[in-house]
C-alpha cells in the first residue's frame, strides 16, 4: 500500500474554500487506497501577527514562550484542516507535533528534531482515517513545545514522510515548481521536472525559499522524493530527488539573484597569520553570519579582506570589524549595500568545463562588472552591482539556455 | 509562603495594555514574597471567533477537533502573559494544561478534571518563578486535548488552588464582585463583602454568571476560598466561602431575573400514575432540560402539567410534547416564551419564616401575577410576565433591603 506524506504551506490553507480543496486532494489519495498524512502550516499570515504582538508586548520575548505562542497557529489548522475533511464526509484526525512523537533538542525557535515515535499515526492510518499533523513543532525531552523555525512544516513533512517510508512527500504552495530562474524577472524562465537534492540546496540557500533548506537535508539523507506543486491547479509540479546520471547533462540547472547581503572591506590588513582568523572569529562571536570571503596581497605587505553579511547583519558588523580594525592595525573600512549576488547551479558543472568563462563572458557582454567570485562544485556565484542584477539574470539565463526543454 | 492563584478572564488579558497590568498584579504578589500562578483565559473574543471559523468549515464539527482548536487560545494567553511578565523584570514560565498535569475524562468541549499532578508547578515555584497556566484544558487519558466548556478557567485555576493548597484564588473579571442584584436592572443594588458556596451556585445557576459553576462546586468540595474582583482597580470583591453562621442573619443575598427559559402546559393529561414520568422521559431522550416542574388536578380526573425549558430547545420540545400528547391522550398544549423568571436567594431562609410571604406581598403590591412557584432550601422563585421582570426585580431587592450594609 502507497503511503503519501501531503504538506500544505499558509496560503494553501489561508481561508475556509481553500482549505476545503486542500481536504479534497486528501481525500482523493484516501480514496484511491493510499494512506495519507497531512501536514498544515499555519495559515496565511498567522505566525506573523502572532510574531507581532509577541514584540509589541516584549521587545526581546523569550524564545521559549515564541515556540508557546507560534505553536499553536499550526494547531489551529489542523483542527480546522480534520473537521473540513469530515465535512466532505470522511474520517480524520488531527495531532501536534507532541502528540506524534517529534521529539526535539532544546535550542527553541529553531529546533532540530531528534526522534519521532510513529505508533499513534500508524495506529490511526490502520483504522482508515486521514492523519494530520500540525507542522513546524515538536517537544523537547523536558516536555517544552518547540518551533522548527520558518519553514519548519516542510521538514515535520519530510521527516514523517522518511519515518514512514512514504512513497512521496508532495509539498503543496502557491508556486507550481521549481523554476529555472525567477519568472517575474526572467519572463522565459520555465519549470523544471525535477532537480537534484544537493541542487536544490544551493538554489534554496541563495533565497529561492521554496522548499525549507533543513527539510532537503532531511529528505537527502533518508532519500524521501519530494514534489512541489501547486495547490491552486493539479499540474505535476518539480520532483527533487536524488542524482541520477541523466541529471549531468544538465550543466546548469537554475540561476538566482539575491539582495540580501552587503559587502564589507578591511582595507591594509598586516599580511601575517592569524589575521583573517581574528576578524571572523570575533564577527562569529557576535553571531554574524558571513557568506563570501574573499582576500587579495597588496602592495608592501598589507593585505585586503572582503567579505558579505546579510544586510540586517551590516551594522553590527561594521561596528565589530571597526574594533578588530584598530586591534589588527588595518588602514580602513568600506561597506556597500547596494550588492547582489547572482549564482548559477549545475550538478553537470563537475563533469563539464568552461561554466566560468560562459557566465563571465554573458556578463561581459552587458558590461556588468564582477566585484567577487565564489565557487563551489556545483555553484559559481558573483557579487555584481545591485541595480545591475535583473539584467544580469537574464543574461545568464540565457547563455546556459535555461529557456530550453531538459 | 502564602500561596495565591490568580486567574485573569479574557477582558482582563483582552489588549497588550490589560495584560501587562495583569502582569503587574501578579509580580505586586510576588514581589511581596508569595508564590503566585496565574491562570489566563484567550484574549477577549478569541473563543468565539474560532468557534465561528469552525463552525464555517463544518456546521457539525467533531467535539474532539473543537478542544484541538479552541486550547489554543489560552495557550496564546499565557506564552504572552509570561513574556508580559518577563517585560517588566520578573521571571515566569507558561504552561499548557497537559504541562501541569491536568487529566480530565473524555468528553470533549465539557471535560471534568479527574487528576492533577503538580510536580511541574511546584518545582518551578521553587526556582522562584511566576507560573502561567493555560486554563479551561487538560489532556484525557488517552493524549487528547480537552477543554472543561465555558468558564472552565475559572475550574482550573479553583483546582490548582485546591491541589497547592493556595491560600486565595482570585478570579478577575469585568465586573467588581457578586451584587444583590444587577445593577443595571436595581440601581441601588450593592455589592456584597462575602457569600457562601451554596448561595453562589444558586445565583450562577440563574445567569449571574459570574464565576463558572462547576469551579464553585469544585471550590466547595475543597474549601477553596473565591475572591472575585475587578481587574480595573484595586477595590476588594467579593469572597466566596464556606457557610459560616454570620450568614444566617442575612436572610435574602441576593436576587436574580433570567429571561431564558418558555413555559409549556400540557392541558388534560389523564390523571393516572406513570403519565408525568412518560413526558419526562421522552423530553430527556431529546436532552431538554427541564427546569420548573407544576401539576395541578384539574376537574373529571385530569392535570394540568405545565414546566418550563430553555428559549432555544422550545421548538425541539413542542414537537416532542405533541408526540406525546398523542400517546398518553392528553386535550391541549399552551405555550408561552414570554416569561421571566424572578429569585432570591440565601441561606438565612432556612432558619427564617415568612421569606415566601414577603415576596408574593412585594410582587402583588405591584400587581404582578405570579404564574408559577417553586422553592429549594434557600431559594425561591416565580414565574412573572416578561414585561414586569425588572419592575418585580426592584420591587423584591426594597423588600428585603438588599441595598442595606451586610
Chains 1, 2 share one sequence.
Not at 90 to 118: E, L
Not at 224 to 231: K, L, N, T
Not at 385 to 392: L, M, P, R, T
Request: some cysteine; proline content about 2%.
Amino acid at each position: 500500500m502507497k503511503i503519501i506524506v501531503q504538506k500544505f504551506g499558509g496560503t494553501s490553507v489561508a481561508d475556509v474554500s481553500r482549505m476545503k480543496s486542500a481536504a479534497k486532494r486528501a481525500i482523493d489519495v484516501h480514496t484511491s487506497g493510499s494512506k495519507v498524512i497531512v501536514v498544515v502550516s499555519a495559515r496565511g499570515r498567522m505566525t506573523d501577527e502572532l510574531l507581532e504582538l509577541a514584540y509589541e508586548i516584549n521587545d526581546n520575548p523569550s524564545t521559549r514562550e515564541l515556540d508557546m505562542l507560534l505553536s499553536t497557529g499550526e494547531q489551529m489548522s489542523s483542527a480546522l484542516m480534520a473537521m473540513a475533511i469530515h465535512s466532505l464526509g470522511y474520517p480524520a484526525v488531527s495531532f501536534v507535533g507532541r502528540q506524534v512523537g517529534i521529539t526535539t533538542d532544546s535550542f527553541h525557535t529553531k529546533a532540530r528534531i531528534v526522534d519521532i515515535n510513529a505508533d499513534r499515526i500508524i495506529e490511526e492510518l490502520s483504522k482508515n482515517k486521514i492523519v494530520v499533523v500540525a507542522g513546524y513543532q515538536g517537544v523537547d525531552k523536558n516536555d517544552n513545545i518547540t518551533t522548527l523555525g520558518r519553514g519548519g512544516s516542510d521538514t515535520s513533512a519530510v521527516a514523517l514522510a522518511a519515518l514512514l517510508k512514504a512513497d512521496i512527500c508532495d509539498i503543496y504552495t502557491d508556486v507550481d515548481g521549481i523554476y529555472t530562474a525567477d519568472p517575474r524577472i526572467v519572463p522565459k524562465a520555465r519549470k523544471r521536472n525535477k532537480i537534484s537534492y544537493d541542487e536544490i540546496l544551493e538554489l534554496a540557500s541563495m533565497g529561492a525559499q521554496v522548499v525549507h533548506v533543513r527539510a532537503v537535508e532531511f529528505a537527502k539523507k533518508y532519500n524521501v522524493p519530494i514534489q512541489v506543486r501547486s495547490s491552486f491547479n493539479n499540474d505535476k509540479g518539480t520532483l527533487i530527488c536524488k542524482e541520477v546520471s541523466e541529471m549531468e547533462n544538465i550543466v546548469v540547472s537554475g540561476a538566482t539573484i539575491t539582495k540580501n547581503e552587503a559587502k564589507i572591506t578591511i582595507i591594509g590588513v598586516p599580511d601575517k597569520p592569524g589575521q583573517a582568523a581574528k576578524i571572523f572569529q570575533e564577527l562569529a562571536k557576535e553571531n554574524i553570519n558571513v557568506d563570501m570571503i574573499i582576500q587579495n596581497i597588496s602592495a608592501h605587505g598589507l593585505a585586503d579582506v572582503t567579505f558579505t553579511v546579510l544586510k540586517d547583519d551590516l551594522p553590527l558588523a561594521l561596528d565589530t570589524t571597526e574594533r578588530i580594525k584598530r586591534e589588527i592595525k588595518a588602514k580602513e573600512i568600506v561597506a556597500d549595500d547596494k550588492i547582489a549576488k547572482l549564482s548559477v547551479v549545475g550538478i553537470g558543472m563537475r563533469t563539464h568545463c568552461g561554466i566560468a568563462e560562459k557566465m563571465f563572458c554573458a556578463l561581459s557582454d552587458e558590461k556588468i562588472n564582477i566585484q567577487m567570485i565564489s565557487t563551489s562544485e556545483i555553484k559559481i556565484s558573483c557579487v555584481i552591482e545591485e541595480n545591475q542584477a535583473e539584467k544580469a539574470l537574464n543574461a545568464v539565463h540565457s547563455a546556459f539556455e535555461l529557456n530550453k526543454e531538459e
